[in-house]
């Protein structure tokens, strides 16, 4: 086992806490995968197995044909799906899906969430759409994901009567986009219940997109005060 998928499995196991820690899943569901850097492989949750007992030495490694190259467990039941979207889009270093419940209301009515607020703006540079309705078990999910998301900013599809995907450039990037996903579903389901939410204009959704993207935060990470 290379450095690299070691130190994959260790990322991809501790992230799954997260998902834990901001309420995104519930018992077994959900499963975050990491690409391993300049091979056709990635790494990616057990099947049913619960998230106490996820470590690093039962994650799976699989290659980009969802076949297992490395570990003792059956690979994730939505692995088909992830290998579909590394296969499809290469500048994916990360897929994460859950069933956080907010966000899984507005897949189970089908609809896209508006994009009226700046946080979403940040993040999904526009709407968080919606995408089609799909099997589990082979790559339909994958093919969904990749056909509504290319060409789009946001980095989240809602999948129809299904539940949340994102991606990112790391998988570490792909957890925030969930969790910034159920915050966003989960206030925009407030404003509705108090009246119409008021769109934010295209230009400005497009000014804010950018100074999240490209001025927002630090380029180095400021030494500890003594």
Known sequence: MSDEVARLRETVAALHAELVRYNLVAWTAGNVSARVPGRDLMVIKPSGVSYDD??????????????????????????????????????VGGVVHTHSGYATAWAACGESIPCHLTAQADEFGGEIPIGPFAL?????????????????????????NHGVFTIGRTARDAVKAAVMCE????????????????PIAPEDIDSLYARYQNVYGQTTIPSARR
Do not use: F, Q, W
């Open 136 to 160: 589990i078990g082979g790559d339909d999910i994958g093919k969904g994901i990749v056909a509504t998301l290319t060409g789009h900013r946001s980095p989240a599809v809602l999948m129809r």
């Open 183 to 198: 915050d966003v579903a989960r206030t925009a389901h407030l404003a509705r219940t108090l009246g119409d939410p008021v």
């Open 54 to 91: 996820l470590r690093p030495g039962n994650m799976v490694v699989c290659d980009l044909d969802g076949v297992v190259v490395e570990g003792d467990l059956a690979p994730s039941s939505d692995t088909a799906a992830h290998a579909y979207v590394y296969r499809a889009m290469p500048d």
